[in-house]
């Protein structure tokens, strides 16, 4: 699977492959479909928001819309126990952090009219 990975703190992210996220017994995969680059998310991959360990690798992100297995599409959200959440491909989620959301088309790129 692919991921924004952040390899070094003031170099942008790149673009890499990641594991594939393994769910446990209370735990979801989720399809990301879509992730905000919020400021919260760009101090984390700079490595300056007050959550950052320097820990590295890192995904960053915290909140997104994706797909379930079965397609319900789903809004997901930073759990408080976790630090990060995934800019990849699928991520692993526990189901209170994730709530239905309306089925909405999402584009790859925006063009403009």
């Known amino acids: 699977m692919k991921a924004a990975l952040v390899t070094a703190y003031g170099h942008n992210p790149q673009y890499a492959d990641a594991p594939e996220p393994v769910a446990t ?3 979801i995969v989720i399809d990301v479909l879509a992730a905000a680059l919020a400021p919260r998310v760009r101090s984390q991959a ?7 360990t320097g820990a590295l690798p890192l995904i960053p992100g915290v909140d997104g819309v994706g797909a379930l297995p079965d397609g319900q599409q789903v809004y997901f959200l ?3 126990t976790r630090r990060t959440a995934r800019w990849r491909n699928a991520s692993r989620w ?4 994730a709530w239905s959301c309306p089925k909405v088309r999402i584009r790859s790129q925006w063009r403009r009219p």
């Not at 700079?46 to 950052?52: D, E, K, R, V």
């Not at 526990?94 to 952090?97: F, I, K, L, Q």
């Open 25 to 27: 017994e209370e735990e």
């Open 46 to 52: 700079a490595g300056s928001h007050y959550t950052s």
């Open 78 to 80: 930073l759990p408080p």
């Open 94 to 97: 526990t189901r209170d952090a």
